[in-house]
């Protein structure tokens, strides 16, 4: 079922696609048994259905469900080094552990999408890859190049200004600068990220999150963030 479903659809079938697929064959069985397309015939044969499929072995309770044990399955966690989602109930035939609490869709999505984020940074709730120092990309695969960045030439500009102070007021100067510097930075980043999340570039919105991490950004304070900009982004354009 699944080789052919993919053939056909050009995906992987979720339970709901071979759920349909075993309603259709309970309905066929009725209606072949009671010969009739009257539906009290085919509801009364369906009632005494007992057919056997891959889905499951079918067949209905006296409240009209179907008599068979639910299955619970979840996103596995990071550290499991699993992609695809697990049984996690019953227990008696769990394949992983019970995750709570619940990773958001969009955090799952990622962990399944990019193998967390190709094991170079992590998910983020809001679906995107958070990488780690040394790393970019919208997945976390392309290595930075040694190169001067806002941050060196700030610390340079912050380094220089330090070295010649000699006096207690130049060391107050240099400091009030590092702090003007860094907000000016911020501003310019918090910039590039609204720019980034309004033209949907999750390019630009990865890297914008990145170097707020590096100004001493929370993460928490950054998913903050970007929650309210997309939350302003979808009331201005007349999205509840």
């Not at 079922?1 to 071979?18: D, K, R, V």
Request: one cysteine or more; hydrophobic letters at 40%.
């Amino acid at each position: 079922f699944a080789a052919e479903y993919e053939a056909i659809w050009g995906e992987t079938p979720s339970y709901l696609a071979a759920a349909q697929f075993a309603a259709l064959c309970s309905l066929s069985q009725a209606i072949e048994s009671a010969a009739s397309l009257h539906p009290w015939d085919v509801a009364a044969r369906l009632r005494n259905t007992s057919l056997y499929e891959f889905y499951a072995d079918i067949s209905f309770g006296p409240t009209g469900q179907v008599a068979m044990q639910t299955v619970i399955v979840q996103s596995p966690a990071a550290s499991d080094n699993v992609t695809k989602p697990q049984v996690v109930y019953p227990y008696q035939e769990a394949t992983a552990r019970f995750i709570f609490p619940k990773p958001t869709w969009a955090q799952q999505k990622c962990l399944l999408a990019t193998h967390e984020c190709s094991g170079h940074g992590r998910c983020t709730t809001s679906g995107m890859c958070m990488c780690d120092e040394g790393w970019s990309g919208s997945t976390c695969t392309e290595r930075l190049v040694a190169a001067e960045t806002d941050d060196d030439i700030v610390l340079r500009a912050v380094a220089g200004v330090l070295v010649s102070a000699i006096t207690s007021s130049m060391l107050v100067l240099a400091i009030w600068h590092l702090c003007h510097c860094r907000r000016r930075l911020e501003r310019r980043l918090l910039e590039r990220l609204t720019k980034g999340i309004v033209w949907e570039d999750h390019e630009v919105i990865a890297s914008s999150c990145r170097q707020l991490a590096y100004c001493g950004w929370k993460p928490r304070k950054i998913d903050h963030v970007v929650y309210r900009i997309r939350r302003r982004k979808s009331e201005e354009s007349g999205i509840s």
